[in-house]
């Protein structure tokens, strides 16, 4: 049987796995805030300069990575609930299942989304 070294075995487990989507979806809003920000800074530079930015935005991989922020944020809150769960309730199937629960209300709220970006 082949079995992974006792060092990584507990990266097979769903409650790491949520960790890391959380810990790596911080990590990644933290890095779009720069962003945000100037984009923010593109209404006060004037109407021009936003109007520029907001026609850039209509382009579909400004759509993709909006989605994917979707997703990131969704994640991200999944996580922080799921670790007040951890703090608050005792640990049980229930909240295994959370874990689970909480990626699939990441993907779904990102794809409800997209759906409703490509309406518009």
């Given at each position: ?89 005792p640990w049980s199937p ?11 209300f990441a993907v779904a ?12």
């Open positions: 049987m082949n079995r992974p070294p006792p060092a990584f075995r507990h990266r097979n487990h769903p409650a790491w796995w949520a960790f890391a989507v959380h810990r790596i979806s911080g990590l990644v809003l933290a890095l779009f805030l720069p962003l945000h920000f100037w984009a923010l800074g593109q209404a006060i530079a004037g109407e021009a300069a936003l109007d520029g930015f907001l026609r850039w935005t209509a382009n579909p991989l400004a759509k993709l990575a909006e989605t994917g922020l979707v997703i990131l944020l969704a994640a991200h809150l999944a996580g922080g609930l799921r670790i007040l769960a951890i703090e608050f309730l229930r909240q295994k299942a959370a874990v689970a629960a909480s990626a699939g709220a990102g794809l409800l989304f997209l759906f409703n970006v490509g309406a518009a």
